[in-house]
């Protein structure tokens, strides 16, 4: 039920409103004076202020402005004779929903009331909706406690407030696209758009019409204009996907606009100021790709303002348990969901963490997802991970199933590969530490990374 204050130093006018107002279900609170309705903003859940123009002490306009600096959002309507609709147009100016002129119709002032306040639900609605979004993206939220994430997360800690270009490297599926989401809603662009534009998904000429936008009749099917994705991510980000899959022609156009923060229409000639913020990812290395002539270097370098790269989960093993944990949750809370699976058991796990994810982190949420929804038990099993997964699984040598012809060399070199390539990845490439989980040297790794050609 809404609450409405009442504001006029009308001894009699504001109850006579609350009636009217309690008729059609509105709960009402009444001020004579607009220190009185201060009061009740700072102490009370207000969600419409009607109030007079003319009052002694702090004026309508005056209670509007101290109004918007407590609460922007809440609707104001003003009351006001006919003498005073200057005032009132004054107010209107200064962020009042409207004004009604006394007297007035009961229904007329309903009528307003009731599109107002419907008006102030979709704006909160939207605020909440926007600071769930704002969570989700946090880099806090950013599962995973490996040295590779902790530098990522310090990243978007310092770059996010700034307006830097950030490039973002990183093999498909490891989650470029939710640091650039992290990015952008921590930084002050927050609560403007961010727009994305996979550059591999449209053809040269589209994709053209689709950044730029174009005018009317600017070529055959252009029944109207349209606003390309430039002009829709002003004041806020734009987030450019694969952008080595851009073609030069259009590397040479997004590097005037970086430039000149200006551009034109497809078939226009009028310059529009542009204001965003650019992101942009790829998983190929952009430097190597500027030395084989498919990337523009003076490009390159307008991006690479802050690079960062994220790190494939083979190279991450410590964050798998984590991220399993997060995907069970993610898919047992659904309410389209009938699971009863709550974790996964050792060697389930040990299986996940030994294999290769080249799917990275995407791979692993399409499996246990499929898992969550397969299993029939409280806890993931082997045999409720897909065939290629099981495939993968390291268990206890069988020297029975060793065939008669393979040789002892063969069989050993295979056994320390398997290991090698295991302690590589539970410690997250880093050799010292793969080296003492294996109880050799840090030398003799060396020497069996380049034998077995271990990257």
Same mark, same amino acid.
């Given at each position: ?42 102490? %009370? @859940? *207000?969600?419409? #202020? ?7 002490? &702090?004026? =309508?306009?005056?209670?509007?402005? +101290? ?86 997360? %310090? @990243? *978007?800690?310092? #770059? ?7 490039? &973002?490297? =990183?093999?498909?599926?490891?989650? +470029? ?86 551009? %034109? ?191």
């Amino acid at each position: 039920m809404e609450n409405i204050l009442i504001v006029d130093d009308e001894k009699n006018y504001p109850k006579i409103i609350g009636e009217i107002l309690g008729e059609e279900g509105y709960t009402s609170l009444t001020a004579s004076s607009g220190m009185e309705a201060l009061d009740y903003l700072n102490t %009370e @859940i *207000i969600d419409l #202020v009607l109030t007079d123009v003319k009052m002694p002490g &702090i004026s =309508g306009i005056q209670l509007l402005e +101290k109004i918007k600096e407590i609460n922007p959002d809440i609707p104001v309507i003003i009351m006001t004779a006919y003498g005073s609709v200057e005032k009132a147009v004054e107010a209107m100016h200064k962020g009042a929903y409207t004004f009604i002129l006394k007297p007035f119709e009961n229904q007329a002032l309903i009528a307003h009331i009731a599109k107002a306040i419907s008006v102030y639900r979709i704006v909160q609605e939207n605020n909440i909706l926007r600071e769930a979004v704002s969570s989700r993206y946090s880099f806090d939220n950013i599962i995973g406690k490996s040295k590779p994430m902790q530098e990522i997360y %310090e @990243i *978007i800690k310092k #770059v996010a407030p700034s307006n830097a270009s950030v490039l &973002i490297e =990183g093999e498909s599926g490891t989650g +470029k696209e939710l640091v650039a989401k992290s990015i952008h809603y921590n930084s002050l662009r927050k609560n403007k758009p961010l727009v994305a534009v996979n550059c591999s998904a449209f053809a040269e000429t589209l994709l053209e019409s689709e950044l730029f936008g174009h005018e009317k009749g600017a070529f055959t099917g252009a029944s109207a204009m349209k606003k390309g994705r430039f002009e829709i991510s002003d004041k806020g980000t734009l987030f450019l996907d694969e952008i080595a899959e851009l073609p030069i022609s259009l590397q040479v156009k997004l590097l005037r606009v970086l430039q000149e923060k200006t551009i %034109e229409r497809v078939g226009g000639t009028r310059s529009i100021f542009v204001d965003f913020r650019l992101i942009a990812a790829t998983n190929k290395n952009l430097e190597d790709e500027v030395k084989k002539g498919n990337f523009r270097e003076d490009l390159y370098y307008r991006l690479n303002v802050v690079k960062t790269i994220v790190p494939p989960l083979r190279e991450r093993s410590e964050d798998i348990p984590l991220l399993i944990k997060h995907f069970i949750d993610k898919y047992t809370n659904g309410i389209d969901t009938l699971s009863t699976v709550s974790g996964i058991n050792p060697e389930a796990l040990k299986i996940l963490c030994d294999y290769q994810w080249k799917g990275n982190v995407r791979e692993l949420e399409n499996i246990i997802e499929r898992s969550v929804i397969l299993g029939s038990g409280n806890m993931i099993t082997p045999s409720d991970l897909p065939p290629q997964v099981r495939q993968n699984m390291s268990s206890t040598l069988d020297l029975d199933g060793i065939p008669e012809d393979v040789g002892l060399a063969e069989t050993l070199a295979a056994v320390e590969k398997r290991m090698i390539q295991r302690a590589m990845n539970l410690s997250g490439n880093v050799q010292t530490k793969a080296a003492q989980l294996l109880g050799i040297g840090k030398s003799g790794l060396n020497q069996k990374l380049k034998k077995f050609n271990i990257g």
